[in-house]
T-cell receptor, first 113, second 112 residues
Framework: NAGVTQTPKFRVLKTGQSMTLLCAQDMNHEYMYWYRQDPGMGLRLIHYSVGEGTTAKGEVPDGYNVSRLKKQNFLLGLESAAPSQTSVYFC????????????FGPGTRLTVT | TQLLEQSPQFLSIQEGENLTVYCNSSSVFSSLQWYRQEPGEGPVLLVTVVTGGEVKKLKRLTFQFGDARKDSSLHITAAQPGDTGLYLCAGRSWAGSYQLTFGKGTKLSVIP
């Protein structure tokens, strides 16, 4: 099993450009999450999904959109990138039982200039 | 909003020393997890504690959940360079069961 994979690993965008980050998991997990990690801020939840076709906002959703068309994939989109979105993005997945223990991908380092 | 405060924020110790890092909140959590994150990688789950007062051991690492389920600690005995990394605690509230609240982490450096 590959676990949770993320593409791309690195990306540099110019302000105003758009991009999509792809997360894929092969563990048949129901729940998937997108976080961003910034120095001194810890992991902050952007959006999450509790099943195929469903998404919900987390703590910092502004400027991001997501889609979960297939159970194994969770996409994070930036429609018009801003320098404030420079961060490391992590995808995670989990089974609801017993304690929502999360499995993380390796991360995508995004720089917006 | 539930918050988890981790201390210390940074810790640099010599190989062989013992250390304790703390994770505190004013809120009750139904369970608490500890993760370790190495540079350039995603966090990896170390342990989940569920019962107040619970103690779990993972080789040289000892995890404790407070009696009131508001705090937790991680004690490392005879630290090794391989223990270097960012240690994150994360709690699951009763209400927000889909989500975890993460602390900001303790960055540990073990010097050979």
């Amino acid at each position: 099993n590959a676990g949770v994979t993320q593409t791309p690993k690195f990306r540099v965008l110019k302000t105003g450009q758009s991009m999509t980050l792809l997360c894929a998991q092969d563990m048949n997990h129901e729940y998937m999450y997108w976080y961003r990690q910034d120095p001194g801020m810890g992991l902050r939840l952007i959006h999450y999904s509790v099943g195929e076709g469903t998404t919900a906002k987390g703590e910092v959703p502004d400027g991001y959109n997501v889609s979960r068309l297939k159970k194994q994939n969770f996409l994070l989109g930036l429609e018009s990138a801003a320098p404030s979105q420079t961060s490391v993005y992590f995808c995670a997945s989990t089974l609801p039982r017993p304690n929502y223990e999360q499995y993380f991908g390796p991360g995508t380092r995004l720089t917006v200039t | 909003t539930q918050l988890l405060e981790q201390s210390p924020q940074f810790l640099s110790i010599q190989e062989g020393e013992n250390l304790t890092v703390y994770c505190n909140s004013s809120s009750v959590f139904s369970s608490l997890q500890w993760y370790r994150q190495e540079p350039g990688e995603g966090p990896v789950l170390l342990v989940t504690v569920v019962t107040g007062g619970e103690v779990k051991k993972l080789k040289r690492l000892t995890f404790q959940f407070g009696d009131a389920r508001k705090d937790s600690s991680l004690h490392i005995t005879a630290a090794q360079p391989g223990d270097t990394g960012l240690y994150l605690c994360a709690g699951r509230s009763w209400a927000g069961s889909y989500q975890l609240t993460f602390g900001k982490g303790t960055k540990l450096s073990v010097i050979p």
